[in-house]
């Protein structure tokens, strides 16, 4: 996006530009030139940006040479443990009793905004267009004005009279001067006032134009004008273009000195020729500036104060101090989002990205799986009747052998060469295979078996959740790792000092503190094992996702092969409910449409299906079982409406699933609904999952008529840094999901549009 990589190159030029200022501060205390900081600060004020932006566009693992890190690897010997990547501030929620939590707390764990997602949301690139014109035409503009200038002058100066004067040549202008013309072959011009002044005065002149000559000042302040004149708009460019042709005649008029002048008897001159004012030219270097400079060059030339050393000192630890901050400035949440959203638009993912948002994309995986005893079952109470078995046959409960295989399809997608580590927690972390702690293991089809052996055949489920405990043998691992996949059913039932958690309070501060200890600055994908009845499991651990900038997905009961492990893929007709609130229209319907396409293309039986708002209108009037015939043309033809669709809506999704589900008979083919939603605005969660569950019923038993799949686009968080009422949606769907054989995705940030559709707000 153009604006937002003016805004960067901005931001950067005035932090170079007030390093500067303290430089050349400190080069005044220390009577060092001073045209060599701004010369340096324009140039990188140009240039850094540039550069960045260029080389930011690309992922970090795109740029990565084969065997790049296991050399950096190899050369690091020892570095401090990272911090946890989480925020200060703790929040807590209670167990959804009412209806509606505060979720609140959860947007506590984030102290600061996703500017990333800001400047996405923003959507300026509706801009680009004009600002290229406007920015080209200024360029264009500046450039034709200095090269007219410069073949005006030149005309003009074949028509001046030479002469010679204090042993020089020089040309004679009726109006200009005294100034140096030329950048390549530069001149010497002098008013004609000037050849009936003293000597004294003539040889001062000269000896500052001279001075210029040989410094090759016209040619420095050709190269700053060219930066200033391709970056028009940049007013920083400007300041330093300003400064630098201050000092450049500050450091000339010290030279002079030095060479022998008179302080006094140069001032003199300066003012004699300052009363004089002539015009300067605009692609010359003259001698004249305006009067409060000319009093500065002035001071400074009668200057003999001693040498401050304090005020050195600060000076250059302010410099270097603000160099600093302007290096450190990251384009990538600039640059990111177009780059993100046109590889999202552009490539071709695997099924799995395509669908949950996961990436595999990482040259040090660390898989971090939770082995405790809620692993048995996808309720409290069937784990713990299940904790009287023999090991054997714990490890042969459905929950375990679904962990085992969600484990082994991670493991499967990790590219064969890279960096990985399989750590397994409960009451303690360890590494899975024996004799690996604390290193790096090469992904092979050997150790990828190994490890899954190991979990499958030989760990038993037990004990407690302690997830500061992964977490912190993940960031023990060195180099740290730059992708962390975690799979676990629920918040951790281990506190901080190794007490119980019990309650959903105690357990969201457990999690809180455990995920101070995450390795930091690296995307953590959360894998979410079925587990019912624990409301603010899901919001927790989307919100650790999209702050680390990875996604989640809670795979269905019993689900783990397929194109998408986790995902069943065997309904012949499937139910879209979409929220076509204004926050969706606007930040997410290009996400809506690409999944929507990714889940038609992947069902291998798919005979119809149907689209619904979360009111339950239908986007083609009919019958929810008017099925639309899954032929190209008739997507083509869905897709294609979706893009005008913009009935009401309040963002209440039970509604439009429940209209979905009523309308279904109990003899209806194998059927699954996918809800996409940005939040839960109004109403009682408990009221809506009572509802749904009845809707979902085949007559009066357990039954269900359709499998309930639920997509969580993060409008919200993108937009404030906190989930607000996306944490609601994230409770309700996800419970929902595991109640009716189901999925639940949490897409990352990078999944949302960056165009706007059609509509207004809500």
Known sequence: MMSSEML???GVAWLLAAAAFAAERLAAELRRPRRAVWLMSLAASFAVPLGSILTAVPSAASLRAPGAEAAAAEQQTSSAPQA???????????????GSLDWASLGRWSSRLDWKALLMLARFDALDKPLAALWIAASTALLLAYALASFCLLRAAKRWPSTRMDGGPVFVSPRFGPAVLGSLRPRIIVPAWLLEASPATQSFVLEHEREHVAAKDPLLLAGAFLCVALMPWNLALWWQLHRLRLAIEIDCDARVVRGG????????????????RALAPFAAVALTERASQLERRIRLLVDTARRRTPVAVICAACSMMLVGVAWAVD??????????????????????????????DGERVVVLVETSASMLDRTESGAQALLDLPPDRRRATAKWRQLVDMTDAVLARIRPGAQFQVIGFNDEAHALIDGTENRWLTMSTGLRAQAVAELGSRTVPQGANDLRAAFDAASALRPSPDEVFLLVDGLPTAGPRGEVAATDRQRLE????????????????????????????????????????????????????????????????VVFVVDTSGSMRTFAAESVRRHLTATLDLYPNLEGFQVLNDQGQLLFPGAVEDWIPNVPEQRDRVLQAL????PFSDSTPYAGLSAALEALDDADENVAVFVYGDDFASGSIDNAMTAIMDANRIGGSDAKKARIHAIALPVYYGVTGELGSSANFASLMRELAVRNGGSFIGLPVSALSRRKVSGGDR
């Open 8 to 10: 960067y190159a901005a």
């Open 510 to 573: 457990a999690f809180d503190d455990a995920i101070r200890a995450a390795p930091e600055g690296v995307p953590v994908n959360v894998i979410l094992m079925p587990l019912e009845n624990e409301a603010p499991t899901a919001p927790a651990y989307w919100f650790l996702s999209l702050k680390t900038g990875g996604a989640l997905f809670a795979p269905a009961f019993g689900a783990a092969g397929g194109a998408v492990p986790g995902l069943p893929l065997d309904s012949e007709h």
């Open 261 to 276: 002048a008179d302080p006094i008897g140069y001032s003199n001159v300066l003012l004699a020729v300052g009363r004089r």
């Open 84 to 98: 946890g990547a989480a925020e200060d501030g703790a929040g807590s929620v209670g167990r959804q009793t009412s």
């Open 643 to 646: 893009t005008t669709w913009a």
């Open 331 to 360: 384009p990538a949440p600039i640059a990111a989002p177009a780059a993100a959203s046109a590889s999202i638009a552009d490539s071709a993912p695997s099924p799995i990205t395509a669908m949950t948002g996961l990436s595999f």
